[in-house]
């Protein structure tokens, strides 16, 4: 079993609507939460992150962790054809557990249509 | 900051040939990583440093892979000999363990290989 599972999709979406897309994990110790986008042809780029449980807003996107069930989330709000890309979640540890390694899941693609 | 810098954006090359990818992490980072990433196996973790000092290179395929980094501002991921199968393209990253964000981890735009 991989630490971290994320369904690879793809998923097709109408513009304006609303995106859930989720990772689980195994691993209790991860305290840091990352959501990366990836474009076509680009280097995935940092998007949000979380410490711990609970929720985090920027603008349309929204970062969520429960981590009592062990699973994250990635909510867009609204979207846009601009949002079409893929989505990787990743996390680590804290403290002295934290070798600066994150755990990547496989990546969701999501495409936005007009 | 200019980011991440990696050389070159593209290469075309044959099978036997000798790779050399090279990558200029984020002033003041910590951390290097290369990654390779293709559709079938996604983004894999090859090989990563620490204040210059490789950590883990579990992730290396086979002993035609080497890394290294002589000092914090260049590395360089090397492919000798080269085989078709080592087509994908390749990142590297870099972080830095004092900000918060637990080491979050910042990209280049990647070398695309094609190995013919």
């Known amino acids: 079993q991989k630490e971290v599972e994320q369904d690879p999709g793809p998923l097709s979406v109408p513009e304006g609507a609303i995106v859930s897309l989720n990772c689980t994990y195994s691993?209790?110790?991860?305290?840091?939460f990352m959501w990366y986008r990836q474009y076509s042809r680009k280097g995935p780029e940092l998007l949000m992150y979380?410490?711990?449980?609970g929720n985090k807003e920027d603008g349309r996107f929204t970062a969520q962790v429960d981590k009592s069930s062990k699973y994250i989330s990635l909510f867009i709000r609204d979207s846009q054809p601009s949002d079409s890309a893929t989505y990787l979640c990743a996390m680590s540890p804290d403290g002295s557990s934290n070798t600066g390694k994150l755990i990547f899941g496989q990546g969701t693609t999501l495409q936005v249509k007009p | 900051d200019a980011g991440v810098i990696q050389s070159p954006r593209h290469e075309v090359t044959e099978m036997g040939q000798e790779v050399t990818l090279r990558c200029k992490p984020i002033s003041g980072h910590d951390y290097l990583f290369w990654y390779r990433q293709t559709m079938m196996r996604g983004l894999e973790l090859l090989i990563y440093?620490?204040?210059?000092?490789?950590?883990?290179d579990s992730g290396m395929p086979e002993d035609r892979f080497s890394a290294k980094m002589p000092n914090a501002s260049f590395s360089t991921l090397k492919i000798q000999p080269s085989e078709p199968r080592d087509s994908a393209v390749y990142f590297c990253?870099?972080?830095?363990?004092?900000?918060?964000?637990?080491?979050?981890?910042?990209f280049g735009p990647g070398t695309r290989l094609t190995v013919l």
């Open positions: 990253a870099s972080s830095f363990a004092g900000t918060s964000g637990g080491y979050t981890q910042y």
């Open positions: 440093f620490n204040n210059n000092v490789p950590i883990d």
């Open positions: 979380t410490y711990s449980s």
């Open positions: 691993n209790s110790a991860f305290q840091y």
